[in-house]
């Protein structure tokens, strides 16, 4: 299993790598095609780029899979106590939720904001990977473990395209690109990203309180960690209050949703920041 895991993670980090490459190559042959308006015959043919972005994608999700699965037949139980195991979850979520938007709105763009940040993820991994060790006592709750993380997954991968509209939605508002989706599409998506994103979200706390019960005696200890997830949690809600009670759209919610995903990986690489319970590497 250790073998399937290992060259798993780099078959995944190759294919994410070339699926970006060929869409960097389909973006470039698609502003060819704008450049020469009425006369697309004289730009090579996109289809075989994006047949490649599409098969490289599935490969690179694929593979990440196989990591997932391997770890814990390994360890025999949810890969998600390290770092490491995190970071690939973390990254196959990203990955899941590129997929489903890019099927749900029919553009190649929220699939290619989900491979940019699962690659940054997988490098990351990469260099954190640890072999396998016995779990700590507070994270001996295994099976609560499991769908604590799996919540996160669920609400990072989600808001992480949320992430990706907001900033295609401002770079939009300023030069109204055709080869991006437009701005009333980025709208919808960063909307919906946190209205799947947050029920999760608030899972994560919720969970984490009784798993912190379980583990400290105590529901809430102001862990940096915690503290963290908590004004995470905050600005995601200031963003709903702000887009459903008063009415906010646009650069504001955008600028509000690029805020909150800053707040993710404040939480996510607390860690290393600052010192408390959740010192897991």
Do not use: C
Request: aromatic fraction near 14%; charged fraction near 10%; avoid cysteine.
């Amino acid at each position: 299993m250790a073998a399937l895991e290992s060259f798993s993670l780099y078959a995944s980090l190759v294919s994410t790598v070339l699926a970006i490459i060929f869409a960097i190559l389909l973006f470039a042959g698609s502003r060819k095609v704008l450049a020469l308006k009425g006369q697309p015959e004289k730009v090579p043919s996109r289809s075989i780029w994006k047949i490649l972005v599409t098969v490289a994608s599935t490969l690179a999700f694929v593979f990440l899979t196989l990591v997932i699965i391997a770890r814990w037949i390994e360890i025999g139980h949810g890969p998600f106590s390290n770092m490491y195991e995190f970071a690939v979850a973390f990254a196959w979520g990203t990955m899941a939720m590129g997929f489903f938007f890019q099927r749900r709105y029919k553009t190649g763009a929220f699939l290619n904001i989900g491979l940019l940040i699962a690659l940054l993820l997988l490098i990351f991994a990469v260099v954190k990977h640890v072999l396998p060790q016995p779990l700590v006592p507070a994270l001996q709750q295994s099976t609560l473990l499991s769908v604590h993380v799996a919540s996160a997954v669920v609400a990072y991968g989600t808001l992480t395209i949320g992430f990706g509209a907001a900033v295609l939605f401002l770079i939009q508002h300023n030069r109204n690109s055709d080869l991006l989706p437009a701005k009333e599409v980025l709208e919808v998506v960063s909307y919906q990203s946190v209205l799947i994103g947050f029920p999760f979200l608030t899972a994560l706390i919720v969970l984490g309180a009784l798993w912190a019960d379980i583990a400290w005696g105590t529901y809430w200890s102001w862990d940096p960690k915690e503290t963290a997830s908590l004004v995470t949690w905050l600005f995601y809600a200031a963003y709903m209050h702000a887009r459903v009670v008063k009415g906010w759209r646009g650069t504001r919610t955008a600028v509000l949703l690029i805020i909150g995903f800053a707040a993710i990986l404040l939480t996510f690489f607390g860690n290393y920041i600052f010192s408390g319970l959740h010192a897991y590497n």
